[in-house]
């Protein structure tokens, strides 16, 4: 999947079938779902799950948990806006290389 039809599949009702964990959760945050997404990522244990998980606590406005879960997943604390983070994000999941 390229990102421009990730960004279009967030019109639908249901995401995509198949997405990981990471990407459901950036979707259903795209939604304006940040429980949902907050409880699919808060289940991961993996870097890119970490990644997602800080930033939905940067959204929500809770810098210090944020900067907890960039450090597990070996980040530093992102500055670009949230709208630039959640893209950089997607292409990184979709290209696996987030």
Known sequence: MQPEEFRASVTQKVPPDGLPAPLAAL???AKGDWTRAHSLADELETTDGMAVHAYLH????EAWNADYWYKRAGRKFHRATLEAEWEALVEGLLSGIC
Do not use: A, F, H
Request: aromatic share 28%; charged share 55%.
């Open 27 to 29: 979707w259903w945050d």
């Open 58 to 61: 940067r959204k929500e406005g």
